[in-house]
């Protein structure tokens, strides 16, 4: 039995899991070596040529950041459904290689990009690819101009058929602002995710409100809350702040009024 | 033909019957609606941007405030999706106590609703026994963790409290009283002409518009749209029980009240299952690190509340607090639908079609 199988034992007794270093360690990495190897699968598979490859995503600013990199658990689709904080014996490092196994979603996420990329143009999809942490959920980010154009066609299109909207949510990166929505067919029982980039400082997206109704409310309170504009939306008002509120209280940079709240 | 005038009528936002603080602008020409906006935001505690400054733990007692009548799916939003985005498996036991607290808190809350709906259209005595039963419930609930309304029950990783001894015989002997007295409230309230008059072809909607406006939960399922995440969208061990999804088919206020009572009763019957079903000894917490550093990335899960579709949207950048989170608070989607619904009906069905709808307003106003 090796040091930490010991360890392992003992937690199980107690109930109490210890905080050492390689439970915390293990977590934070199988996370980051999943994504990095996920990366370069979408790399292989996306040779069309992209656009605005420089502006900063959260990947990529993710790979910039010199991060400690001591091996952690080997990352793979098995190690995900198991105790994250169960270290595990460092007696394997050549499983640590294998590359992950091609998502289930994958053909279906490539059957997305090739329709959208025919109907509305190449460039309409700036960047695709499988969030394996959330059920291999397909995720698009398309490009601000064909938004809606996308949008409606992610509705109507009998391939796609998205006729419910499950959420729509707004994210400020600091470096630019994101609009999330996550989209559901209720007749293919399949997810997707698209998200849309704009700038900071003037933050400004097509509204999808005559798409779904349901944007309506939601792009009201991103609005409200992140102070990203939409452009065509019926009744762009504060809807959970009060009129007179200064300021989009979830930026980043919003200064409280009164700090010790 | 009597001549009658424009008037701008205001409810609430402190009104009994608008459940909460919500304010509704009414444009009314005689008793006919021609307009009604909703006014929200007195509730909005910022529970988003508290978030942000709060460990996941720390989040959890917050998300009991936003939906006060079912906080146990509340709960369990926050941690499904902590533990989705760090991959750690919940043991068996935690998960079957999850499932049995989750169910009772759906029957307690529909008990609720059952109550105050009735109240809005005139009868007192449902309220009272409803709120009768409901109180076990709560007994039931402050027994396994010592709180009734804001529980605070579930961890990431699993839940804070096993079943006391004799917990599951009293859960057990509640379902069995609850059936009884279900059979009894249908034959009260169907028996009841006024009830069948204020119900049946009110505030319909089609499930076109359903969809359109994202609505979940009975007022999603009353227009004859069979979409239950439990079913259609497993989580947790909803797969291992078997019960249906009740649906309506003229999506009117008759068709939500047989929904959600129909519902109590297939909770009624997870419950039992669950309880049948319940594993001898194990643990009630997964091992996770006692500071939860989430890896970086970004999860969506939505699971179905008493109100419909709770979603949880969590971005993550590897901190022990969440970048940004949101939460897709059904009672929010479901209300946007309401000046639809109003529009052309009588002044005195305003109370019976929002009693309908069943909004929680701190979950509007997050």
Known sequence: MSEQ?????????????????VGKNSVANEGVDKRQAEKKLDKDQDDSPKENKKEPSSEQVSNVDPKPTPKGPQPSVTGKSKPAATPRPRSKPKEEKEPLPPSPEEPILNQYVKIIREKIGNEAVEEFFINRANDHLPTLIIKKEAWEQVA???????????????????????????????????????????????DRDRAKVPSLSHIWEAANWNEREIYDLLGIQFENHPKLERILMPDHWVGHPLRKDYVPLDKEV | MLRTEEMILNVGPQHPSTHGVLRLVVKIDGEVIQEAEPVIGYLHRGTEKLAEDLTYTQIIPY???MDYLSAMTNNYAICHATEKLMGIEIPE????LRVIVMELNRVASHLVWLGTALLDIGAMSPFLYCFRDREKILDLFNELCGARITYNYMRVGGVKWDAPIGWLDKIKNFVEYMREKMKEYHGLIMGNEIFLQRTKGIGIVSHETALSYGLSGANLRCTGVKW??????????????????????????YDKYVCRMQEINEALQIVDQAVEQFPEGGAIMAKVPRVLRVPEGEVYVGIESPRGELGCHIVSKGKDKPWRLKFRRPSFYNLQILPTMLKGQNIANLVAILGGIDIVLGEVDG
């Open chain 2, 93 to 96: 036991r935690a998960e079957f």
């Open chain 1, 5 to 21: 199988e010991k360890n392992a034992s003992q937690e199980e007794k107690t109930g109490l899991p210890e905080v050492d270093q």
């Open chain 2, 228 to 253: 239950d995440l439990r079913k259609h969208q497993p989580y947790s061990i909803y797969d291992r029980f078997k019960f249906e999804v009740p649906v309506g088919t003229r999506g009117d206020l």
């Open chain 1, 152 to 198: 409606k066609l992610a509705r109507d299109h009998p391939d796609f058929s998205f006729n419910y909207m499950q959420s729509c949510s707004g994210v400020d990166y600091e470096t630019h602002m994101e609009v999330v929505i996550h989209l559901c067919s209720l007749r293919r029982r399949k997810r997707v995710c698209f998200r849309v980039r704009t």
């Open chain 2, 63 to 65: 998300t009991d405030r």
